[in-house]
């Protein structure tokens, strides 16, 4: 069973979310919270595999709430997914430095949350193609100076040329089709870029693609 904290201060958004996972027969809510304060306490309590953190929230906002938990090495399993009411939100680009496995729009379809929720505990990013390159562009215009490259001289040529298309936004299959490789190789490829680096998913990579310098702003394409 995937465990999933709603965390939202509307009542209705959480039990609109209730409702549709419960439905599901690997899916189980294990509770809910409506500020960030409440959400830590029961992440710490229940150890979600992942949790559906809204962002403009009293007492500890989403943002604040997300860097605690990824901060936190005991909770270093749970995945957060930020939820927001635009794709552009402007916390959704720090949320995802703060360690955020990616986001959704509220108003999403009840299938892609479903599918959403599923690929994040099995450490894929939650990032749709056309809101990754968005997320990236806005990534790339807010980078400062690249820093040292720590850690990629762990990585053989071909994982650095992936991870670097993982930065501009490339899906596996897109890798894919770039390399003339299978979906399957390029994914390998992803996963082993991504425990040599000591990423926690693939949000996480691209992130490290940009500090790194391996992707610079304007590469996006």
Request: hydrophobic share 50%.
């Amino acid at each position: 069973m995937i465990r999933v904290l709603l965390v939202d201060d509307q009542m209705l958004v959480r039990a609109g979310f209730r409702a549709l996972l419960d439905a599901q027969s690997d899916i189980e809510v294990v509770g809910e919270a409506a500020d960030g304060e409440e959400a830590l306490r029961l992440v710490r309590e229940v150890t979600p595999d992942a949790v559906l953190m809204d962002i403009r929230m009293p007492l500890l906002d989403g943002l604040a709430a997300t860097r605690r938990i990824t901060d936190d090495p005991a909770l270093a399993e749970v995945r957060v997914v930020v939820l927001t009411t635009f794709e552009l939100d402007e916390y959704v680009f720090e949320a995802i430095r703060a360690g955020a496995s990616g986001f959704l729009v509220k108003d999403t379809e009840p299938e892609e949350l479903l599918r959403a929720v599923r690929a994040v505990v099995e450490g894929d990013a939650l990032l749709s193609p056309g809101v990754t390159r968005r997320l990236i562009a806005e990534f790339a215009a807010r980078s400062k100076e690249p820093a040292e490259a720590v850690g990629l001289d762990q990585l053989t040529e071909r994982e650095r040329e992936v991870m670097a298309l993982v930065g501009i936004g490339l899906s596996n299959e897109e890798i894919a089709r770039r390399l003339v490789v299978s979906p399957l190789t390029a994914k390998t490829h992803v996963s082993r870029a991504m425990v040599k680096l000591g990423a926690r998913d693939r949000a996480q990579l691209v992130v490290m693609a940009y500090e790194s310098g391996l992707v610079r702003p304007g590469w996006l394409g």
